[in-house]
T-cell receptor, first 113, second 112 residues
Framework: NAGVTQTPKFQVLKTGQSMTLQCAQD?????MYWYRQDPGMGLRLIYY???????DKGEVPNGYNVSRLNKREFSLRLESAAPSQTSVYFC????????????FGPGTRLTVT | QKEVEQDPGPLSVPEGAIVSLNCTYS??????FMWYRQYSRKGPELLMY????GNKEDGRFTAQVDKSSKYISLFIRDSQPSDSATYLC????????????FGKGTTLSVSS
């Protein structure tokens, strides 16, 4: 099992450019999440998907869109990148019925200049 | 008041020291309490969890929950340089299908 995989690992964008961060999990988990992590701010939830076909906003959804393509894949899109979106982005998955364990991907380091 | 508060540190200790990491939370309905460990440039990984009140021990690590004071702790005995990482507390809301709530994380450095 690869667990949770994310692509790309690193990305540099110019202000106004768009991109999609990809996430996939092979653990048959129902729930998937996108977080951003910034120094001093901890992990902040952007969007989550409790099950295939559903998505919900988290704490900081502005400037982002998501797609739950199927049970395995959950993508995060930046339509018009801004320097404030410079961050490390983590995808995570979680099996429904387990109240405590999320599995995280290795992260994508995004810089917007 | 945020639902979970955690002192970000940083915390620096010598090898062999006992380390205490702490969080407070606001909602008495929370039942599952977790500690995640995150090494530099990696994703967080679950270290330990406890359900309701009490202690749970795993080797050099002890997780403790005091629901009366809404306080959770992680103790590390005989700390090692390999314990150097950021430790995040997390709480599971009682509503099904909702996301975990994370503290901001405490960065620990253990020097040899």
């Amino acid at each position: 099992n690869a667990g949770v995989t994310q692509t790309p690992k690193f990305q540099v964008l110019k202000t106004g450019q768009s991109m999609t961060l990809q996430c996939a999990q092979d653990m048959n988990h129902n729930s998937m999440y996108w977080y951003r992590q910034d120094p001093g701010m901890g992990l902040r939830l952007i969007y989550y998907s409790a099950s295939e076909g559903t998505t919900d906003k988290g704490e900081v959804p502005n400037g982002y869109n998501v797609s739950r393509l199927n049970k395995r894949e959950f993508s995060l899109r930046l339509e018009s990148a801004a320097p404030s979106q410079t961050s490390v982005y983590f995808c995570a998955s979680h099996i429904t019925g387990s109240s405590y364990e999320q599995y995280f991907g290795p992260g994508t380091r995004l810089t917007v200049t | 008041q945020k639902e979970v508060e955690q002192d970000p540190g940083p915390l620096s200790v010598p090898e062999g020291a006992i380390v205490s990491l702490n969080c407070t939370y606001s909602n008495s309905a929370f039942q599952y309490f977790m500690w995640y460990r995150q090494y530099s440039r990696k994703g967080p990984e679950l270290l330990m969890y406890t359900y309701s009140s009490g202690n749970k021990e795993d080797g050099r690590f002890t997780a403790q929950v005091d629901k009366s004071s809404k306080y959770i702790s992680l103790f590390i005995r005989d700390s090692q340089p390999s314990d150097s990482a950021t430790y995040l507390c997390a709480i599971s809301p009682p509503q099904a299908g909702t996301a975990l709530i994370f503290g901001k994380g405490t960065t620990l450095s253990v020097s040899s």
